[in-house]
């Protein structure tokens, strides 16, 4: 997109002097200076371009600062030379309108770089192509060729051009390059002979003295001191930053590029080689016989050298130095030259070779510039002239400057005024009359051919008789006396009678850009430019064929008695036919300033720059330029750029443009005075009015920025959401379906589950008819039966031992079978318990009887137990029937005896133990003393109420009793036996045989009574240590009523 930008975008200071406000000198000059100190070198007066001499290479002409000023409109981008070159080039191209460039300022002040800054633009948009690059880069070419030549040091300026220079570069119908055509002005010729203090001669001289081969200087017999030429100023011959060596190559160059000839530059060479060793030509005086000096060749040498390079025979010249033939009518008349008329006549001929040089190549390069084609050429006249100069001392040379400066100034005011005119014209706007100073005037005490300066100083110069500088400035008092801006003391006007800054041998003019001074010494001699015709003659008369080209009026053949035109005569005539030129064409102004005298960069000088601003007429300029109408705006940029101050027209005017700003302004309500309607543009009267605009559009694009700023933060916040918004939808979908499809697998794999069941219950339900009953039943029948058969066929192979002590049954293999497998476990233990016991004998059997009885009775009662499971119950210990120790008791007793054994008998006195014979028979228990075997008690069983025994591991037992009894009246039994267990199951088992008695108590305690006779004795069993005797249980009465047992607590 084409973005649009105005030059009132970001200007420092104002870009266009027109819109300063308020207008004075000083707001002027701060203008410049802010801008200046800115870098900003260039600034409009409406179209007219000042350029501020930056003294140093600032990065504004690079190719890419050309492109950015191609083809743009002028008040687009701020103020820039290449605005004002496209501006000429577009409107030559285009609108077929030749133009012109003027640029002008004083020495110093840039319009030779400003020419150059054009030129170079126009070739770097203009077409390309082979031959358009060659066309093109022999008119940028010329330059230095002519710089070389026409420009020296001056104490102003390193490079001042000491001739004016206007070039036309013709282009064809396409805007491309086809030639051009230089003309040049009054070179300052009298430099070639000397040069005020501080300056020096033309570049050449130094260049090639600096820069040519030993062998070119062998040739042109010179020799590389500056020293050696009186010509050469020696005090400023080099300059700082100059390289002239370097300079003489780029010369050289250029001059092949133009088109030069190796022999012409050769030529040319040779002739400026001539000029320095003409200089070195001096006279000195030899008296004649009539009293009179005449001058001689001090030394011929340097004669002889010139004359050599020029191909003149030496006696010619000689001769010319020495004499002077005036011709009048068919007389001859020779006269002697005195050494100043000699040294006279050697400096006007240096001074002709070297203009004359000159203008030669300048037609030389014309020849190679020009342009082939004969068609219809569109022309750029670019105009590079010596500006107005001040100088404390000033002569001939600066009077026809200054004369020409006024000329183009009057261009300028016409030229400026008439465009203005034409413009409103153009536009329909009413053109309002302008005040301003019209410079004619002087032009006119000048120029006027009959009593203009001019003409007064040709008529001195033809007069006959005595013609000095002094009859000149009486001519002038006599004529010019009352022009308001000649000014003379001797005048007859006796106003400046008194002027003491007015010298008697000067009269000063008030020119626009400021009063100057002039000496009248040297006009009329100057005016003149005489050179002697002998000398001419000898100069035509050399082989050197550039010399003689030089000098044809030289010619015997051609005499011409005839007055050559003055210098001043040819000078109006080239200004005149300059003016006429310009006026046929479109004009464009390049007003250059000087910031300083000292040639430095970053300085401003104030009163430099306003002195310039004021000769210039920069002031008057702007004047003119806002008298009418201080702004104009075609009317598409000014809708484009005001367009968002009113809401009809932003942000699209669909109607013409000059209603858009009709509506705009109306809507704005700027009083009507304010501006006119052209027809093209919108004329805006005063600054302020263009400032109110562009400060409201300023705050309207502040807003607007604003607006844009909130939307697109908008945008981005709601796009960002929009995002977050359909990653929060993308990230749910997938975690809903990652949920659904979780949920679905549980759903679809219970409705596996569910359906199978069902179609299980429904097939099964559907098979059941097929089957005659039950089938599921029998299939579940059948699979158990076959598990179990499983079972009990593994079970064969894995039963146990049939040891019942054997405690292995192999595990349990499915849980339903759990109480099968232990009832199995418990059935085959009583099997193989029962197995067991079928093998015991009626004995063995009837053994393991009493122990069963002796296990229900006291496992788990009794802490002895145990110990009597492992002992076989003897029965009868003493062998009674046998031992015939016994054999007494035996007799005594008629039942059988079951068992018998020693026990202890508890004295119920002291409860020491007594040994006896325990007898146990079927009906009765026999104590009978163990020595002797006397019965010492019998008990028949059924007196006996219980048997007391003590829960610990001792072998106590009471046999208690029955009150009333028989035998109750010896009181209860306490005894004591190892065979403890034994005895008691065995009188259980007696006991509860015995038809007609009832059952035995066994009472197991351990605090028991025991009748002894009258008293009953509570007998108690205590846990004790071991006791030392070894006696492992004591029986100690305690008392009467007490009997106390210790029993060893059991390991
Ligand atoms: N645009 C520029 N950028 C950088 N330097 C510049 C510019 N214009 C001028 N100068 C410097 O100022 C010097 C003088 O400029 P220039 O020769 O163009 O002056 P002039 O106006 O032609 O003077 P004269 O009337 O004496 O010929 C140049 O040699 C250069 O150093
Ligand atoms: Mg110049």
Redesign the pocket.
Known sequence: MEVKTSLLDNMIGVGDMVLLEPLSEDSFIENLRNRFDHNE?YTYIGSVVI?M??????PIFTPEKVEEYRNRNFYELSPHIYALADEAYSSLRDQDKDQCILIT??????????SK?VMSYVAAVCGKGQEVNKVKEQLLQSNPVLEAFG?AK?V??????RFGKYMDIEFDFKGDPLGGVISNYLLEKSRVVKQPRGERNFHVFYQLLSGASDDTLKKLKLDRDFSKYNYLSLDSAAVNGLDDAANFRTVRNAMQIVGFMEDEVQSVLELVAAVLKLGNIEFKPESRCNGTDESRIKDKNDLKEMCELLGIEQSVLERAFSYRTVEAKLEKVSTTLNVSQAYYARDALAKNLYSRLFSWLVTRINESIKAQAKTRHKVMGVL?I??FEIFEDNSFEQFIINYCNEKLQQIFIELTLREEQEEYVREGIEWTNIEYFNNAIICDLIENHQNGILAMLDEECLRPGTVTDETFLDKLNTICAEHQHFESRLSKNSKFLTDHSLPHSCFRIQHYAGKVLYRTEGFVDKNNDLLYRDLSQAMYKATHSLIKQLFPEGNPAKVNLKRPPTAGFQFKASVGTLMRNLQTKNPNYIR?IKPNDK?AAHIFTDSLVRHQARYLGLMENVRVRRAGYAFRQAYEPCLERYKMLCKRTWPHWRGPAREGVEVLMGDLQVPTEEYSYGRSKIFIRNPRTLFFLEERRRQCLQDLATLIQKIYRGWKCRSHFLLLKESQIVVAAWYRRFAQQKKYKKIKSATTVMQSYARGWQVRREYRKFFRANAGKKIYDFTIQRIMQKYFLGLKSTTPSMSPVDMNWPTRPYRFLDGVHTELRRIFHLWRCKKYRSQFTEEQKAVYEEKLEASEIFKDKKTLYPSSVSQPFKGDYLEISKNPKYQKLSSAVDEKVLLADVVNKINRANGKGTPRIFLLTKKSVVLADQKTGQVKASVPLPDLSSVSVSTQSDGFFALRLKEGSASAIKGDFLLSSEHLIEIITKLHRTGATAADSEQLNIDISDEFLVQFKQDKVCVKFIQAAALKNGNSVSCKRKNNRLLEVSVPASA
């Not at 300022?105 to 400003?114: F, I, N, P, R, V």
């Not at 102003?156 to 051009?161: E, I």
């Open positions: 070198i350029s001499n930056p003294y140093r290479s600032l300022g004083e020495s110093g002040a840039g319009k030779t770089e400003a800054l420009n001056t102003r300026n390193d490079n001042s051009s590079d010596y500006g250059c040639k």
